[in-house]
């Protein structure tokens, strides 16, 4: 139990290491603008520093895939069928992430590519998985579990990441120069429930009952 519970601490320190990868790549990069830019710019094919920061992103990666797989180990073990289910499709999404930044990162040659086709639709999924997994969780643990503390914070989690995505097509479609800053809204909420989630495991540790609140 207590290497489980270091496998759950790493759920905190994923989003350091993603906090500092998108701080430093910010900094390092000449002319980069958090607002109008995509987080992906930052680790893209040809971009200075993108090795550093790919470095980071990948601890970030690590991190989360073990936090989700130990998780889903923890939910088959004690929680219904819907929190089993979106901790599988949150295990997904960190299987998919490796994919998406590590195998097929944005390129910066040209914004219609196949390598960039194929990074937006991992991307993509990774949106629709997350959601999916969000809501599925809020669910669950509000009516099934009765741990009704990580119930609405996932449901508020899953509320503002849905409409921070639907945000980001309307401005796609009005041409508003923000794009970077909505993905970061979207990005940071779901950083804030993998935080809070590790932090309320972590601070349990072993005795967590199903009855259990902040």
């Known amino acids: 139990m207590k290497l489980q519970n270091k496998f759950i601490f ?22 980069y ?19 550093f920061l790919r470095t980071l992103i990948q601890l970030y990666q690590f991190c989360f895939l073990v936090f989700s797989a130990t998780l889903c180990y923890k939910a088959f073990k ?9 901790f599988v499709l949150l295990f997904l999404v960190a299987c998919v992430s490796i994919f998406t930044f590590g195998v097929f990162p944005m390129t910066m040659e040209s914004s219609i590519n196949p390598q960039n086709i194929l990074h937006l639709l991992l991307i993509l999924s990774i949106i ?43 401005a796609i479609a009005l041409h508003w120069n923000v794009l970077g800053l909505i993905q970061r809204v979207s990005a940071y909420s779901f950083l804030t429930f993998t935080f809070l989630l590790s932090y309320f495991y972590v601070k349990r540790q072993t005795h967590f009952t199903p009855s259990s609140n902040f």
């Open 10 to 31: 790493l759920g905190m320190l994923d989003v350091l290491f993603f906090v500092l990868h998108d701080f430093l790549g910010c900094i390092l990069i000449k002319g």
């Open 78 to 86: 004690e929680y219904s069928l819907y929190t089993k289910i979106g």
């Open 33 to 51: 603008n958090p607002i109008t830019s995509y987080i992906s710019v930052l680790t893209a094919d040809g971009t200075p520093h993108s090795g």
């Open 128 to 170: 629709i998985l997350t959601n999916l997994s969000l809501f599925l969780l809020a669910f669950g643990y509000w009516k099934k579990e009765r741990i009704l503390s990580l119930g609405k914070m996932t449901f508020t989690v899953a509320i503002i990441f849905l409409l921070s995505n639907l945000f980001h097509l309307t």
